[in-house]
Structure formats: structure tokens, C-alpha cells
């Protein structure tokens, strides 16, 4: 292993996942275990331009493994975006003699790092946390695994609801550009019907497949939707149309919004953290940059951060099938 790098910074940046502070644990206790000083960077990007920095040893990160969010605190940077701003993160970089970074975030933090990188030659190593699982190059993302499980909770709770009254549920999960949580979470919650933007299912079928539901004995269904699916302009919209069509339905929206980042991380999502922090720093001390760490049949993989940003995790088509199926 190279012995040039002495000290690596790690940051969160962009929408918290659970998992992070797992990746961020592992990646302070490896440097640790390889003797190099880890920095951690507070408020992501902004914490790079204002010098808000830490150095962590392993006994900085006890019982954090257990914790949602970041204790490292994430923000959006304006300024990062631009020269004089980056400018601003390299001096603290200089100023704490960091040699390589460690960013975990999604496809924007991914992009600054990349930008950084080209700008002043500083090794980076991208860690994918995003619940959406919308990044090209693992499998599965940070938070993912949690974000379904706390989805199924919920979808699991609005169903006795809807049982109870007769109602038609939609439920609206997060996924603006892939419906990876709403097609699991939906076969999983055993929905009538799922929405995605991959899949523009339109009004009208969408009217038949419940007009079928209700032939078929079904006195309550739960539909989830993707909040970047096409079928309308937005959930509640779709709810209209459908209670205008099929009144002998009594229609119900449920947002779950924000409370699906939120939430102590699955085992699944410890462990993965785990191995990505541990891969990130020795891909590092490996010569590697300008990569990100994913996983690919259980086995850790690196994708350049371009082909990360740029590429599209795919929907599995099976799975909608199987939905299809198992909806009649």
C-alpha cells in the first residue's frame, strides 16, 4: 500500500440517509487502523470553504453505528459551485494538511467532488448514500434498505386503516427520478397498484385495474406512488380523478414524506456502510480516485464518478411483473 497519503478528510453532503454515520464510523476507524489522521468536514461542502473541521480518532465515533442522519450535519453550498468558493475549500484543505477525501452523498455531491478533483488534483472517493437507490454502480445505496422498511411500516399501519373504512389508499413515496421504493415497498405491502416514473401507467388503466379490484370483491386497496411518477401532476390529482370516476370509492392521500430518511439504519444498511468505509479508504491508499465504492453481487466494486452520475440504475422489470400478477 502507498504510504503518501497521511490524512484524509470525510464528509456528508446532500439529503441525510441512514448509513451515514456508519460509513463515516468506519471510515475514521480504518484510517486509524493504517495509522493515517482522518479530518472529519462539518456541513459538507460549506464545511470545506469555512474551515469547520474535526480531526476523530475511534473513539470519536462510539455509538453513532446505531444513529440515523449524520453527525457530521449536511447542507447545500451555493458557493461550492462556484471557482472562488472551491478556491476557499482547497485552502482549508491545505491548511489541514488533507491529502484525500472521502464524500458521502448522492449524484450533486458527486459532481462537486469530481469538479474539485479536476481543479486541484486531490484524490476523492464517493460513497453512495441516497435512499432513492438512483445511483449507477451498486446495487443498493445507503438508506435504501432502511427507507423500505420504514415505508412498509407505514404502508403496514394505512392499511389497517383502510381495511377498517373501506378507503382507497395513495400512498406517496419518495422517488423523484426511480421508483425503486415504491415498486418494492409496493409487492412488499402487497399494493393494488404501483406508480413510477418509469412506467407511465395513465389514468384510465389505472381506472380499469381498480374498477377490476372492486369486481373482484376487494372492499379497500392501497396504491403507491413514486412522487416523480407521470401518471398526473401530482398525487392529490390523480386522487381526484379517480374518486370522480369511481365514487363508490371513498379516496384517502397519504405524503409520507421526510420520516422515510429518518430512523436508526437496518443491519443491512450497518453492514453495507461497514464495507463501503473500510473500501473507501483502502482504495485510496491503493492509488484510486475520482471513484465511487458500490456493491455488486455482495462483492465491492469501483465505478468512475462520471459513469456514477451519468448512468441510470434500472428498474427490475420482473418485479413488475410479479406486481401485475399478484394484484388480481
Known sequence: MSISIKCIGVLTSGGDAPGM???VRAVVRTSSFYNIKCVAIYKGYQGL???NTKVMNPRSVNNIINKGGTILKSARCLEFRTPEGRKKAFETIEKQNIDALVVIGGDGSFTGAMIFQSEFKIPVIGIPGTIDNDI????????YDTALNTVIDAIDKIRDTAISHNRL???????RDAGHIALNTGIGAGAEEILIPEENMGLERLLDSLSRSEKSGKSSSIVVVAEGDKTGK????????VEKNLPHYEVRVSVLGHMQRGGSPSCFDRVLASRMGVQ???SLLNGDSNVMVGL???KMILTPLDKAIKGKSKINKNLIRVSDILSI
Do not use: Q, R
Not at 449507477?136 to 438508506?143: E, K, N, P, V
Not at 389508499?169 to 422517488?175: H, I, K, L, S
Open 280 to 282: 473507501a479508504v483502502e
Open 234 to 241: 401530482n398525487v392529490f390529482e390523480i386522487a381526484e380523478y
Open 49 to 51: 470553504i469555512d474551515n
Open 21 to 23: 454515520n456508519a460509513a
Open 169 to 175: 389508499f395513495f400512498v406517496e413515496v419518495m422517488g
Open 136 to 143: 449507477y454502480g451498486t446495487s443498493h445505496t445507503l438508506g
Open 296 to 298: 455488486k453481487e455482495d
